[in-house]
């Protein structure tokens, strides 16, 4: 099976190394490279694949190219589509737990990175252009697009938004009637298994963390780590950008108000945590790697063994329930799309999400510096937004290049 999809696992491989922006801007990554360089799934399949992730809790950029794999070689592809795409970042964010105290946090050096944002954007741009030509194609789609275009920029970052309106996008293309195709498609049975084994391992979690907390096992930690890290992984809608203040929350805030009912509880100092979280964004790949590093930051008072395993316990723990859901909801959702009222909802769904990357796109260029009082990096910042969009519309060039290029920009200027 390996050898066969050996070019697919390079070309994630590559993706993973190169994916920076952040989620926003890995939708036009896998725009270029599993659609029109190697043409792996379509347009239509891909817009459909982010659509039904971000319906789902967890990662979506991780749960779609998991989806990607799940599509060319089943549950063992898709397996180690996710192992490949995520092993990187949580492997630089996890050796980061190790050498953070020694780097000088005011001098990490990051302009290498400053014009990875206009980048960004252009990415987002091409995604938003490839994905309109395709669901916008009448009066609703227009007005789908417009609504989920404004409300996403105006509550941006508010985790119910993007939910929301993909639901109320599928809701309203259901109004019409004359639109309705029509399948033989026999529903396929449903495999638990993986349901089961999210649920199960989700109150177990639970129950003996909080046993352990009771009872005051020794080196209760490792336990309750799991816990909260899986409880995260498994609640939290909209991305890293939502993910990143639960974690704070949990981890240097709600310690020190439970000091004297519960000393041993899990807890980083803000100081390290700020610092992990500015570098992660600097970090290509998914931005739930960071739980590699709170994991290790966590258990690096217990010695260098317990450390690494607390950066092994926060991959698994960030990335299970992302996987195991996005798994077993998948073929529900192939089974309803024979109902014509699927069918329906997909065209108002794909509306909504060219709206939520249109407004995305103009969120992120607000943090882009179109003043700065050296103009040669306000027209660098421009010419990277509009190169990069022209480069993978016009052009074959591979992402990466792109990605590197733009590296090689911040290093120069």
Same mark, same amino acid.
């Given at each position: ?104 946090? =005011?001098? $990490?050096? !990051?302009? *290498?990175?400053? +014009?990875?944002?206009?980048? #960004?954007?252009? /990415? @987002? ?11 916008? =194609?009448? $009066?609703? !789609?227009? *007005?789908?697009? +417009?609504?989920?275009?404004? #409300?996403?920029? /105006? @509550? ?258």
């Amino acid at each position: 099976m390996l050898h066969r999809h050996l070019s697919f696992l390079k070309a994630v491989l590559l993706q993973s190394v190169t994916a920076f922006g952040g989620p926003q801007a890995h939708l036009g990554m896998m725009m270029k490279t599993f659609v029109q360089q190697k043409p792996y799934v379509t347009k239509e399949e891909l817009m459909e694949y982010n659509a039904f992730c971000q319906l789902l809790p967890g990662a979506s950029s991780t749960q779609t190219i998991t989806l990607i794999g799940y599509k060319r070689g089943g549950v063992p592809l898709a397996v180690v589509t996710l192992l490949v795409w995520i092993l990187p970042a949580s492997i630089i964010m996890g050796g980061l737990s190790f050498l953070l105290q020694y780097i000088d946090k =005011k001098e $990490l050096g !990051t302009d *290498i990175f400053k +014009f990875i944002a206009p980048m #960004a954007v252009g /990415f @987002l741009a091409y995604a938003a252009f490839i994905t309109f030509t395709v669901a916008i =194609k009448n $009066l609703i !789609t227009w *007005i789908i697009m +417009f609504v989920g275009a404004t #409300a996403t920029y /105006f @509550l941006f970052g508010q985790p119910w938004v993007i939910p929301t309106l993909i639901l109320v996008g599928g809701i309203a293309t259901n109004f019409s009637m004359t639109r309705i195709p029509q399948t033989e498609q026999k529903p396929r049975k449903i495999k638990w298994w993986n349901f089961w084994l999210f649920g199960i391992i989700f109150l177990a979690a639970g129950f003996i963390s909080e046993m352990a907390r009771k009872q005051e096992w020794p080196d209760r930690k490792p336990i309750n780590l799991f816990e909260n890290t899986y409880r995260m992984g498994s609640l939290v809608f909209g991305g890293g950008q939502v993910l990143i203040p639960m974690m704070y929350e949990q981890w240097s805030v709600r310690p020190e108000n439970v000091k004297d009912k519960n000393p041993n509880a899990v807890q980083i100092d803000e100081e390290s945590l700020y610092t992990g979280m500015g570098i992660v964004r600097a970090v290509p790949g998914p931005v739930f790697s960071i739980a590699s590093f709170t994991g290790g930051m966590a258990l690096k008072d217990m010695g260098y063994k317990m450390q690494v395993l607390g950066c092994l316990i926060g991959m698994i723990a960030i990335f299970l329930p992302s996987a195991l859901l996005v798994l077993f909801f998948f073929p529900i959702w192939n089974n309803m799309k024979k109902y014509a009222a699927v069918y329906r909802s997909l065209e108002g769904i794909n509306a909504a999400v060219v709206g939520i990357m249109i407004a995305s796109t103009f969120y992120i260029m607000k943090d882009i510096s179109f003043s700065d009082e050296k103009m040669i990096s306000t027209s660098i910042n421009i010419l990277t937004m509009m190169g990069t969009f022209s480069l993978l519309q016009f052009t074959r060039l591979p992402a990466p290049i792109i990605v590197a290029g733009c590296l090689l920009l911040g290093y120069i200027f």
